[in-house]
Structure formats: structure tokens, C-alpha cells
T-cell receptor, first 112, second 110 residues
Framework: DTAVSQTPKYLVTQMGNDKSIKCEQN?????MYWYKQDSKKFLKIMFS???????INETVPNRFSPKSPDKAHLNLHINSLELGDSAVYFC???????????FGPGTRLTVL | RKEVEQDPGPFNVPEGATVAFNCTYS??????FFWYRQDCRKEPKLLMSVYSSGNEDGRFTAQLNRASQYISLLIRDSKLSDSATYLC???????????FGKGTRLSVIA
């Protein structure tokens, strides 16, 4: 019974394309996040949503647009993909901002 | 000073060894502390929370030193399956999200 799920698991695309990654959590949590983990393995927060509202945007280019249709979903849309966007993107959720976070399995994005 | 700092390792230890990792944090108002574990090509998973009085879970012991602003993780009787990257996680202050350290890589060798 998956707690935090993401689709797709792998995404290979050309520079300049637009793509979306979906995330869903069935834990009843109020807060959801998107993280980027690059080739150096550093896990960096991108966005945080609490009850469908954006509360944190960590200086991410505006080509990245998160959308939370409801508390259980946080999707990430990326416009005009660049080579530097290649990374693993993790979705996570937590009961509140300071509490334990539960991560999805990650989406490995490769931009060619 | 970085918000959360860890020695990246790798720590290469034989099975059965005891190994300890330290992590320092910069914000003295931080209230939440955790250790996460991340296996290769997998998502981070909570290993244990770190409480002020220190806490133990089987072979794992976590300690918090607020005066020196560091947390530690001790692994006793290392197993091959302990090989992973261990992430130190701290919140900044107040109602703010967690900050993940860059991780310490551990390899337990037979």
C-alpha cells in the first residue's frame, strides 16, 4: 500500500520540451514537497505546499511550476527543459513542516 | 557556516565494527533533528528521530549536543546491509522545513 507515489519513474526527453511529474500521498498529510537531487547527490528543496497553498519556493526558475489540486496531490510541471534539469526529483509529504517527511520513489529525469 | 554539515566519507568499515558519524548545524534555534538513510538509487527513509536525551533503536544510537550544535549517530556491530548514505536532517527554526545534509557514505565490508 504505497504511501507516496510518483509517476513516471523514468523520464527521458529532449531539451526545450515541457514535461510533468505527478505525486500523490495517501497518508492524510497537510504538507507536500518537491526536492531535486543532482549528480552530486545533494538533496535540495524546491517547493513546499501546505493545505494546497505554496509556502516555500527556494529560488527555483519559473520554468518550474508546481500545482496542488488537493491536499493529496502535488504535481510539478517543467517548461523548456534544459540539460541542467537532469536529476532525480523526489516528492515528499509530512504532517507539518517540522515533522518527519516520507518520500516517494523518485523520478529520474534525463534531458538530452 | 553551512546550515547542516556532514563529513561525506566514505567510511569503509569491516563487518562487526562500530562506526560513528557527526553532523553540525548552524541555527541554535533548531528544534527537530533526524537521521535518514538513503540506499543507492532509492529514496531517503527515516532511520530515527533524535531526542534531547539521546535515543537508541537496536544497534543505532543517536545523540544531540545543543551546546556544541551537533548530532551524532553510532552504529554498533555493523552489517553489510548498513551500507548506505546517512543524511543528517535539521529544521531551521520555528515552523520551517527540514534541511538535509549532503550525507555520509558508509560501506561495510565483509
Amino acid at each position: 500500500d504505497t504511501a507516496v507515489s510518483q509517476t513516471p519513474k523514468y523520464l527521458v526527453t529532449q531539451m526545450g520540451n515541457d514535461k510533468s511529474i505527478k505525486c500523490e500521498q495517501n497518508l492524510g498529510h497537510d504538507t507536500m514537497y518537491w526536492y531535486k537531487q543532482d549528480s552530486k547527490k545533494f538533496l535540495k528543496i524546491m517547493f513546499s505546499y501546505n493545505n494546497k497553498e505554496l509556502i516555500i519556493n527556494e529560488t527555483v526558475p519559473n520554468r518550474f511550476s508546481p500545482k496542488s489540486p488537493d491536499k493529496a496531490h502535488l504535481n510539478l510541471h517543467i517548461n523548456s527543459l534544459e540539460l541542467g534539469d537532469s536529476a532525480v526529483y523526489f516528492c515528499a509529504s509530512s504532517p507539518d513542516l517540522t515533522d518527519t517527511q516520507y518520500f516517494g520513489p523518485g523520478t529520474r529525469l534525463t534531458v538530452l | 557556516r553551512k546550515e547542516v554539515e556532514q563529513d561525506p566519507g566514505p567510511f569503509n568499515v569491516p563487518e562487526g565494527a562500530t562506526v560513528a558519524f557527526n553532523c553540525t548545524y548552524s541555527n541554535s534555534a533548531s528544534q527537530s533533528f533526524f537521521w535518514y538513510r538513503q540506499d543507492c538509487r532509492k529514496e531517503p527513509k527515516l532511520l530515527m528521530s533524535v531526542y534531547s536525551s539521546g535515543n537508541e533503536d537496536g544497534r543505532f544510537t543517536a545523540q544531540l549536543n545543543r551546546a556544541s550544535q551537533y548530532i551524532s549517530l553510532l552504529i554498533r556491530d555493523s552489517k553489510l546491509s548498513d551500507s548506505a548514505t546517512y543524511l543528517c536532517v535539521v529544521n531551521r527554526a520555528g515552523n520551517t522545513p527540514l534541511v538535509f545534509g549532503k550525507g555520509t557514505r558508509l560501506s561495510v565490508i565483509a
